[in-house]
């Protein structure tokens, strides 16, 4: 057999940039082959397969609402490296109004993105973790799901969302080896986060306990470690990154 066939395989949806791209880094760095969707920027992707090995990292343009590609990204995932082990839910985007001013546009687009996207990746993929009675899931929800965010009702609802999807489906699929949690990030520098004020950044850093924003490799270390064999006696928990923001 093919030795390669034996290392494990990742979906990691919204892979191309920020936290999602972090994340692909760090499971390609850990001896992981990698799959990632992106929705627009191919030049990102391809230019992130080249960087990473062609052999081991592949791109797919799917959209997390669009329920169909993402089945059919799963079929050419397997068809490619000849299974699937874990998912990453990282797509998403924000939409930040007051209610308001939010419109039913900003709140469906924000809760159809973030939250029907993971539900849809979910129904694609753990089917196939069920027959094969293993498979990990993370969920990549935020500190806005816990805590809540001014202007942010849109996107805190969708955060807050993946964390009961979270928990419900670990217990539905516990019995089958199967593990699902979140991890909620606070203040990440990203480029979410870059297009903050300076005060606004000021504001933000000052709000931290530990006075300093997080890396994308903090979230990207902590999802490695979840789809890992070393948490596997974890599931359905919530594991928030924030620097103390939230205590």
């Given at each position: 057999?093919?030795?390669?066939?034996?290392?494990?395989?990742?979906?990691?949806?919204?892979?191309?940039?920020?936290?999602?791209?972090?994340?692909?880094?760090?499971?390609?760095?850990?001896g992981w082959r990698v799959a990632f969707t992106y929705l627009h920027n191919a030049k990102a992707a391809d230019a992130l397969v080249a960087e990473l090995g062609e052999e081991d990292t592949l791109a797919i343009q799917a959209d997390a609402k669009d329920s169909q590609r993402l089945r059919g990204a799963a079929d050419h995932i397997v068809e490619r490296f000849g299974r699937i082990d874990a998912l990453v839910n990282n797509a998403g985007i924000t939409r930040d109004q007051s209610i308001l001013t939010m419109d039913?546009?900003?709140?469906s687009a924000v809760l159809d993105a973030n939250l029907s996207?993971?539900?849809?990746?979910?129904?694609?993929?753990?089917?196939?973790?069920?027959?094969?009675r293993s498979g990990a899931v993370v969920n990549m929800s935020s500190v806005a799901g816990v805590m809540g965010v001014p202007g942010q009702a849109n996107y805190c609802a969708s955060k807050a969302g993946m964390i009961g999807m979270t928990r419900a489906l670990a217990l539905e699929c516990a019995a089958r080896n199967i593990r699902i949690n979140a991890v909620a990030p606070g203040f990440i520098s990203t480029d979410m986060t870059a297009g903050l004020s300076d005060k606004q950044l000021e504001a933000a850093r000052n709000s931290i306990p530990m006075k300093r924003f997080g890396t994308a490799d903090d979230i990207a270390k902590m999802t490695a470690f979840l789809l890992s064999s070393a948490s596997a006696y974890i599931t359905g928990q919530v594991f928030v990154v924030d620097g103390g923001l939230s205590t």
């Open positions: 057999m093919n030795e390669n066939m034996e290392k494990p395989v990742a979906l990691v949806t919204g892979g191309s940039r920020g936290l999602g791209q972090a994340i692909v880094r760090e499971l390609r760095q850990q039913d546009e900003d709140w996207g993971a539900f849809h990746a979910c129904k694609a993929i753990l089917p196939r973790f069920l027959r094969q």
